[in-house]
């Protein structure tokens, strides 16, 4: 797992206007729990959180300074709270941890090669994005590398598959599906004949029945 730095700020005052007044401010709401430890309301600057999980991810270590008074502590991102649209973080929530005790964090899952199956025709299809896994804080992967090439039509990936290490336990269930090849999808298409349109305008030309005449015929759908 990497590891990166991050200042951040006690606040005092919680609650809706106060987290909104805090993100006009370019800040970023946070708390920090864990260890058996009170939780801290904190603030941190969006733009250098932005920047710390595009150049590191939210698997990554943190050396969180708290500035009001110096107290440096080792913590991971436990949660992150976005915008639906505007994918922007509202909210964090860090948790301190141990280097010497083990996590339990979400890894992501990482694709290699093109399936036999879809050169011949066939459709990759990723069913689990992220596994559960603990491990010690150092141990955390970035990511979870499958190689799928192998996989034909009708062939599976799963949990079972992964080649994770003795310092890495998954904690999904083995028989669980993270990718898989499938047949394409054949769409039938009716499409009428151009007899089919004369026969039609033909029935135009006819005379209509007289009024007094019913209609007998059933027409099959």
């Not at 590891?3 to 206007?17: C, E, M, P, T």
């Not at 987290?19 to 260890?35: D, E, N, Q, T």
């Not at 992220?130 to 970035?142: H, I, N, R, Y």
Request: charged share 30%; glycine share 6%.
């Amino acid at each position: 797992m990497q590891q990166a730095r991050l200042d951040a700020q006690v606040r005092d005052d919680i609650g809706k206007g106060v987290a909104r007044s805090l993100r006009r401010a370019g800040k970023v709401p946070a708390v920090l729990y864990g260890r058996k430890q009170d939780a801290v309301s904190l603030q941190i600057d969006d733009r250098t959180f932005q920047t710390l999980l595009r150049n590191y991810g939210p698997n990554v270590l943190i050396n969180l300074n708290i500035l009001d008074n110096g107290d440096e502590q080792t913590v991971i991102i436990k949660d992150l709270q976005r915008h639906p649209v505007k994918r922007n973080v509202l909210h964090a929530d860090f948790q301190r941890i141990s280097l010497e005790e083990k996590i339990t964090t979400q890894v992501s899952i990482e694709t290699i090669g093109t399936p036999i199956g879809v050169r011949d025709g066939g459709i990759l299809t990723i069913t689990r994005r992220q596994v559960s896994v603990t491990c010690l804080p150092l141990d955390t992967p970035e990511s979870l590398q499958i190689n799928v090439e192998d996989l034909n039509i009708g062939d599976s990936f799963r949990v079972s598959d992964i080649e994770a290490g003795d310092e890495l336990e998954i904690l999904e269930n083995a028989m669980t599906q993270i990718a898989a090849v499938i047949e394409p999808k054949v769409v039938l298409e009716t499409t009428t004949t151009e007899e089919e349109v004369e026969g039609e305008e033909g029935l135009e030309d006819e005379e209509a029945p007289d009024d007094d005449t019913e209609g007998t015929d059933e027409v099959s759908e």
